[in-house]
């Protein structure tokens, strides 16, 4: 079946760290950019970072920069966002998407930053 | 910034919606459709405009470019009401999103 899970999420302090990952199955992600996205009840859906095929080329909201890192092992058909010095604002079902035209969606792992 | 209206649309099975998406500059065509169903992720139903993902029921489509764009669905089914966003990739590698409309059962 092709699909994308991700995991990693739960119950963080503000300042602390996550590291989420993306399993993607039935499907080579090595041929696809690979997104993050966000959703908030109060912000809706946001764009958070990609990342090419090939892990060469990274890009953030202005928001993560310097904060969150996207990668990928494409020998594990994987793809991972590490957050670190969270805030409350970054609380949100975190979503796992495949390619430029966003077509496939994980089921989403939910982040809380609480103290 | 993408601007979608209205906020909610109340109407009844068999009866056809047309949800707006308009965007503060030119898009050219790279405007998506998504659907997302209570407790589900959201789910690509229209790509550049007016393509229909495999798997779209044809009741679906999409239209416009430039700035404004219109999402039809023809005739509504018990499963069409949900919420519907629009995203651009106008400015790839970014996305931006819609607030959304929510299409509900009057």
């Known amino acids: 079946e092709v699909q994308l899970v991700e995991s990693g999420g739960g119950l963080v302090q503000p300042g602390g760290s996550l590291r989420l990952s993306c399993a993607a199955s039935g499907f080579a992600a090595s041929s696809y950019w690979m997104t993050w996205v966000r959703q908030t009840p109060e912000k809706g859906l946001e764009w958070v970072s990609n990342?090419?095929?090939?892990?060469?080329?990274?890009h953030y909201v202005d928001s993560v920069k310097g904060r969150f890192i996207i990668s990928r092992d494409n020998s594990k058909n994987s793809v991972y966002l590490e957050m670190n010095n969270l805030r409350d604002e970054d609380s949100a079902l975190y979503y796992c998407v495949r390619s430029a035209r966003g077509d496939l969606w994980g089921q989403g792992t939910l982040v809380t930053v609480s103290s | 910034v993408l601007t979608q209206s209205p906020a909610t649309l109340s109407l009844s099975p068999g009866e056809r919606a047309t949800l707006s998406c308009r965007a503060s500059?030119?898009?050219?065509?790279?405007l998506a459709w998504y659907q997302q169903r209570p407790g589900q992720a959201p789910r690509l139903l229209i790509y550049d405009a007016s393509n229909r993902v495999t798997g779209t029921p044809a009741r679906f489509s999409g239209s416009g470019s430039g700035t404004d764009f219109t999402l039809t669905i023809s005739s509504l089914e018990t499963e069409d009401f949900a919420v519907y966003y629009c995203?651009?990739?106008?400015?790839?590698?970014?996305?931006?999103f819609g607030r959304g409309t929510r299409v509900e059962i009057k």
């Open positions: 500059q030119s898009i050219n065509n790279y």
């Open positions: 990342i090419n095929e090939d892990g060469s080329e990274k």
């Open positions: 995203q651009q990739r106008s400015d790839w590698p970014a996305w931006t």
